[in-house]
T-cell receptor, first 113, second 111 residues
Framework: NAGVTQTPKFRVLKTGQSMTLLCAQD?????MYWYRQDPGMGLRLIHY???????AKGEVPDGYNVSRLKKQNFLLGLESAAPSQTSVYFC????????????FGPGTRLTVL | EDQVTQSPEALRLQEGESSSLNCSYT??????LFWYRQDPGKGPEFLFT???AGEEKEKERLKATLTKKESFLHITAPKPEDSATYLC????????????FGTGTRLKVLA
């Protein structure tokens, strides 16, 4: 099992550019999450999905869009990147009962100039 | 408002010097409390899950405990390889499961 994987690992964007982060999991988990981690702020939930074809807003959703077309994949999009979106992005997944740990991907370090 | 607070923010210990990290929470609908370890440049790595007050879990030099208002991560005779950021998260349920994270404790163990 690869667990949770993320691509790319690093990316530098200019303000206004767009990009998509890909998260994939091979554990057949229903729930998937996107977080951002900033110094002193902890992990904050951007968007999440409770199953294929579903998405919902988290704590800090503005400026991001997501899609869950396949159960194993969860995409995070930035339509027009801003310097405030410079962060480390983590994807995670969990079972429907939520009774187990939430495995995380290795993260994507994004810098917006 | 659901909230998770970890203390201290940073902790420096000598090798072998035992200590405890604190995670206090005010949430409604608590389903579980999770401890993670995070090394620089990596994603959080799961350590423990606690579900009810009085529960304890152990793994090597780490022991996690839970009360109705807080959790402690006790580190006994730490080694330099225990240096990392330790994150606490609470799992809540309000129609769907969500996780609320604390800001972490940065632990440095000196040889």
């Amino acid at each position: 099992n690869a667990g949770v994987t993320q691509t790319p690992k690093f990316r530098v964007l200019k303000t206004g550019q767009s990009m998509t982060l890909l998260c994939a999991q091979d554990m057949n988990h229903e729930y998937m999450y996107w977080y951002r981690q900033d110094p002193g702020m902890g992990l904050r939930l951007i968007h999440y999905s409770v199953g294929e074809g579903t998405t919902a807003k988290g704590e800090v959703p503005d400026g991001y869009n997501v899609s869950r077309l396949k159960k194993q994949n969860f995409l995070l999009g930035l339509e027009s990147a801003a310097p405030s979106q410079t962060s480390v992005y983590f994807c995670a997944s969990s079972t429907t009962t939520g009774q187990k740990e939430q495995p995380f991907g290795p993260g994507t370090r994004l810098t917006v100039l | 408002e659901d909230q998770v607070t970890q203390s201290p923010e940073a902790l420096r210990l000598q090798e072998g010097e035992s200590s405890s990290l604190n995670c206090s929470y005010t949430v409604s609908g608590l389903r579980g409390l999770f401890w993670y370890r995070q090394d620089p440049g990596k994603g959080p790595e799961f350590l423990f899950t606690l579900y009810s007050a009085g529960e304890e879990k152990e793994k090597e030099r780490l022991k996690a405990t839970l009360t109705k208002k807080e959790s402690f991560l006790h580190i006994t005779a730490p080694k330099p390889e225990d240096s990392a950021t330790y994150l606490c998260a609470v799992q809540v349920y309000s129609g769907t499961y969500k996780y609320i994270f604390g800001t972490g404790t940065r632990l440095k163990v000196l040889a």
